[in-house]
């Protein structure tokens, strides 16, 4: 979607212009080709520049301009993109939504069919040597494969991808000072990478509640040779790890990436600490965005409201709220000039983060609700999500709690032991449609075949 001045005709030469630049050359009609632009919707205009007697059939379409395009309605590739982002537009000629074009059309696909997915795409940094242009797409390392919004309501099988945790802190929550060096850092990449783990998220901040200020310069100076330490390691699948930086700095995210990172994750969606937002999360919003635009990166946007132990009141209820909050940040991350591309944007609803205990485990028994689509409209529809309840207190509460028959006594634990209450967690996250989870450990040899398995949705018995 773009805004702009130029009349449709004029519009049209200017992308044919573009195609002769990014190197399209003549091809077989309907065949593959380099790049392929055209005009799909100008407002609600109705326009055809061929004359009356030939407006009859779509024969004789070649230099001319019809809008709406007369083949939007039969192309799911087109739809469903549009369908996320302006799904209750109206086309102008048939008169229905563009969500009611899109399950007309799913609905006649047959079994057979392939279906339609979306990708991310990670890029490769860093640019080896070479410094990028923000006009041009940096090279893609990998790229992740996620479900596109399904109004069938039909499952698709699809991997849901690892995210292994490496703080690099002396006192976060679950593993403070215990891979805050360089030797102990690239031994757990190397452990994680080699049990399955899709990217290595590094943080250099706590955010655990009352945790200690860490300066941006010493959060740099954390995270970032790690990540160098990685892009240089001689092992190549090490190497080739992708990379998430944890932070909500944008200095931080900036170097981090120019020293290799591929993806960032911020647990305040790119408002800073400040709750309420205020003129200050605003400001940082726009540096945040600009990072991850210019850099091309995916990006993590995580529901909270500041200090991860405060703040924990939902009068409307804990889902709607996230609906709500978050949904107004990504949109804020997204739309407009400057915007974050919204196929590089995955959500997070926050689990232990400025939430209450039963609240919390309401919300990880009713995950999907959280990008699921409905009359009332939620604006974290077609996202996919990630899901972080390793370890968490939330976690040791349960634990703590005895059973109803009184077979289990409860008892007190410590991070280190709610390793199956974690598993637990990250099998119902998986259950409603997480396409990402983080957990702080990876699964061990024994246990990695039977853990991809449940990660496709396979099962082998």
């Not at 009611?100 to 640019?127: C, G, N, Q, T």
Request: charged share 25%.
């Amino acid at each position: 979607m773009l805004e702009t001045n130029l009349s449709p005709r004029d519009l049209l030469r200017f992308a044919k212009e573009v195609e002769k630049v990014v190197g399209r050359v003549p091809g077989v009609r309907f065949g593959p080709r380099t790049v392929d632009l055209d005009i799909i919707m100008y407002d609600d205009q109705i326009l055809d520049s061929r004359a009356p007697e030939s407006q009859l059939n779509l024969d004789n379409l070649i230099g001319e301009l019809v809008i709406p395009h007369p083949r939007l309605c039969e192309r799911e590739f087109v739809l469903r993109p549009l369908n996320d982002m302006i799904p209750d537009f109206v086309h102008p000629v048939c008169n229905k939504t563009l969500c009611a074009l899109l399950h007309e059309l799913v609905s006649k696909r047959i079994e057979d069919d392939s279906p339609m997915f979306k990708v991310i795409p990670f890029p490769k940094y860093p640019a080896d040597g070479t410094e990028v242009d923000i006009m041009q797409a940096p090279p893609t390392a990998k790229y992740w494969t996620v479900s596109s919004t399904d109004l069938t309501k039909h499952r698709r099988r699809l991997k849901t991808y690892l995210m292994a945790t490496l703080n690099v802190t002396p006192d976060s929550f679950s593993d403070g000072s215990r891979n805050n060096t360089l030797p102990a850092a690239i031994a757990y990449t190397t452990i994680a990478v080699t049990s399955g783990a899709d990217i290595i998220d590094i943080g250099g901040h706590s955010t655990r509640p009352q945790a200690d200020f860490v300066s941006t310069e010493e959060e740099i100076r954390r995270v970032v040779p790690v990540i160098q330490a990685i892009r240089t390691h001689a092992d190549d699948t090490v190497r080739q790890a992708l990379v998430s930086v944890d932070t909500f700095r944008w200095e931080v995210a900036e170097q981090a990436v120019r020293a290799g990172a591929n993806c960032i994750n911020d647990v305040h969606a790119f408002t800073g600490p400040a709750y309420p937002p205020d003129a200050a999360s605003a400001a940082h919003l726009v540096k945040m965005r600009r990072v991850a635009r210019d850099l091309g990166v995916p990006v993590v946007l995580m529901h909270s409201r500041g200090d991860a132990g405060a703040n924990k009141n939902y009068d409307d209820g804990l889902v709607s709220a996230i609906r709500t909050e978050l949904g107004r940040k990504v949109d804020a991350v997204v739309r407009g000039p400057g915007g974050v591309r919204r196929w590089l944007v995955i959500v997070d609803p926050g689990i232990g983060f400025s939430k209450p205990v039963e609240g919390q485990l309401a919300l990880m028994r009713d995950l999907e609700k959280v990008t699921a689509a409905d009359e009332a409209g939620n604006a974290l529809v077609g996202y996919p999500m990630l899901v972080g309840a390793s370890k968490k207190s939330v976690l040791g509460v349960v634990l703590e709690r005895p059973d109803e028959e009184g077979t289990y006594k409860g008892r007190k634990t410590n991070a280190q032991e709610r390793g199956w209450a974690t598993a637990a967690a990250v099998a119902c996250a998986v259950q409603q449609g997480a396409r990402v989870v983080r957990v702080h450990d990876c699964c061990g040899d024994e246990r990695r075949g039977r853990c991809r398995s449940l990660r496709s949705g396979t099962d082998n018995g």
